[in-house]
Structures are given as C-alpha cells and as structure tokens.
C-alpha cells in the first residue's frame, strides 16, 4: 500500500522560506509523477508544482522562481523548497502521486494522497 506523508509546513513571516517534504512508502516513489498541490480556504485545490517521471518539472506561474521542486529517488522523497513566500501562499500543501507518470492539473488523475500540511505566512 502507498503512503504519502508530508511535513515541513508551519508559520513563517513574508519574505521567509519553508522546504516540504513527501515521503512515499510502499512504492518506490521515481515510479510516478509527483505533484504539489495547495487549497486555500474557500478557494479549490490547485497545482502548485510537479515533477514527472523523466524529471522534467512544471510550475504554475504563481509560484515559478519562487518555489523548487526536487525528488531524492535514494530517499523515496519529494521536496518543495518554498522561497520569498508571501501571505497568498497561505494554504494547506498536498503530495499527490499519479501512476501514469507526467504531471496533470486535474486531481483526478493522482492515485495517492497525502495527509497536507499547513502553511501560513504572515505580512
């Protein structure tokens, strides 16, 4: 069975760093694509960042230069180094993992879940 733990989330000030990480088990986690996703309060889940079984990666624009995105395949785990945030990052973060591989914007197409983590950032 797959699980997908994450962790790293917390309180951080504008301007700060936070570095997620989503550890798979039951799976060696190179086998899918791994995607970032985040949910605000009142707003629907969307991808933050993803990276595919080839490792090329993806970023929403919102996000992009801002935040990284890494997998250590030695370590079964996903990163997402988190820079220069600000208070609109504020959301609960998920790791997905989807089967076919590539990195998908609609939720449908993960197989795995993780718990979330809470990150806010205050002004």
């Known amino acids: 069975q797959v699980q997908l733990v994450e962790s790293g989330g917390g309180l951080v000030q504008a301007g700060g760093s936070l570095r997620l990480s989503c550890a798979v088990s039951?799976?060696?986690?190179?086998?899918?694509?791994m995607g970032w996703f985040r949910q605000a309060p009142g707003k629907e889940r969307e991808l933050v960042a993803g990276i595919r079984t080839i490792s090329s990666t993806y970023y929403a624009g919102s996000v992009k230069g801002r935040f990284t995105i890494s997998r250590d395949n030695a370590k079964n785990t996903v990163y997402l180094q988190m820079n220069s945030l600000k208070p609109e990052d504020t959301a609960v973060y998920y790791c997905a993992a989807s089967r076919l591989g590539g990195v998908y914007h609609d939720s449908r197409s993960y197989d795995h879940w993780g718990q979330g983590t809470q990150v806010t950032v205050s002004s």
């Open positions: 039951g799976r060696t986690s190179s086998a899918y694509g």
